[in-house]
């Protein structure tokens, strides 16, 4: 069964996509937004972490607004980054 608010919404949608459709949606902005594709990430390395550290890592990443594995995934490209500038 559908609710109002999902019919409400289907039929924003609806209506969104019609004025596409017509050519009116770049009516209201002509702005230009730039987007950056990235390589898919396609490996998977299992980290194990004690109780407390994996605790500590979720804070820190929910400080930033972001998961903890996307945090975990960011030192380590940074750090493989220094690295890599420290041999050059």
Same mark, same amino acid.
């Given at each position: 069964?559908?609710?109002?608010?999902?019919?409400?919404?289907?039929?924003?949608?609806?209506?969104?996509?019609?004025?596409?459709?017509?050519?009116? @949606?770049?009516?209201?902005?002509? /702005?230009? $937004?730039?987007?950056? $594709?990235?390589?898919? &990430?396609?490996?998977?390395?299992?980290?194990? %972490?004690?109780?407390?550290?994996?605790? @500590? &890592?979720?804070? /820190?990443?929910?400080? %930033?607004?972001?998961?903890?594995?996307? &945090?975990?995934?960011?030192?380590?490209?940074?750090? &493989?980054?220094?690295?890599?500038?420290?041999? $050059?």
């Amino acid at each position: 069964m559908i609710t109002s608010k999902a019919s409400r919404k289907m039929t924003d949608f609806r209506k969104e996509a019609k004025r596409i459709e017509q050519g009116d @949606a770049w009516d209201e902005s002509d /702005e230009v $937004v730039k987007v950056d $594709v990235k390589k898919p &990430l396609d490996k998977v390395i299992p980290v194990r %972490l004690s109780a407390d550290k994996w605790e @500590a &890592l979720r804070k /820190e990443a929910n400080k %930033l607004g972001i998961g903890p594995t996307t &945090l975990a995934r960011m030192w380590i490209l940074e750090r &493989l980054h220094l690295k890599s500038k420290a041999r $050059v």
